[in-house]
């Protein structure tokens, strides 16, 4: 949920399906990418046979060059854990739901790194509001706004404080966010 790439397709004239496939569900979505030259109704299927080959991983993918970041050493660490489960309904992040949160307080111009360990036995997609991170501290890795902690694992989002006010930092899922996996990334005022 909530996964968007940015894509460049250089179309010959033709019709294709586009398919998304719901992991781990039997479930999935289509398009058609026609050129205007083609019949709309052209006979294709959503078939996805051919899906079995290599998964895209975000190790796959690499900033464009206008889009490319290159982190100083010097980087304030901020850890995060994704806490609770489904079964109680106390989904969270460091252990208190939104609402009863800590607000993470940063510094205009300042380097940080989310360090986000997912706690619990579900994928969280979490997303940042107003900043689009990098993962990882190399620089050029893909950047994205919304990435996929698997359980058991930690991501590492890094970016510039560059968007003052007071932004979410959320699980992408409807049903996660109303229990409470949520908190606010707020930039301390100065005055």
């Given at each position: ?126 997303h940042v509001h107003g900043h689009t991170p990098q ?57």
């Open positions: 949920m909530g996964e968007r790439y940015g894509v460049t397709v250089d179309v010959q004239s033709g019709s294709w399906p586009i398919i998304a496939l719901a992991e781990g569900k039997d479930q999935r979505a289509g398009a058609i990418l026609r050129t205007s030259d083609t019949n709309a109704r052209a006979s294709i299927t959503f078939e996805a046979a051919g899906l079995d080959g290599i998964w895209l991983r975000y190790a796959d993918l690499a900033a464009h060059e206008r889009a490319r970041l290159t982190p100083p050493d010097d980087i304030t660490e901020i850890d995060l854990a994704l806490t609770g489960g489904m079964a109680t309904t106390d989904l969270g992040i460091n252990g208190n739901r939104y609402g009863d949160h800590e607000p993470i307080e940063i510094d205009q111009g300042r380097w940080y790194s989310l360090n986000i360990v997912n706690d619990t036995t579900m994928w969280h997609p979490i993962l990882g501290r190399a620089a050029g890795g893909v950047r994205k706004d919304t990435v996929n902690v698997l359980p058991g694992t930690t991501v590492q989002l890094v970016c510039q404080a560059n968007n003052p006010g007071d932004w979410m930092l959320r699980c992408h899922n409807a049903y996660h966010l109303e229990t409470g996996m949520a908190t606010l990334i707020r930039y301390r005022n100065d005055e």
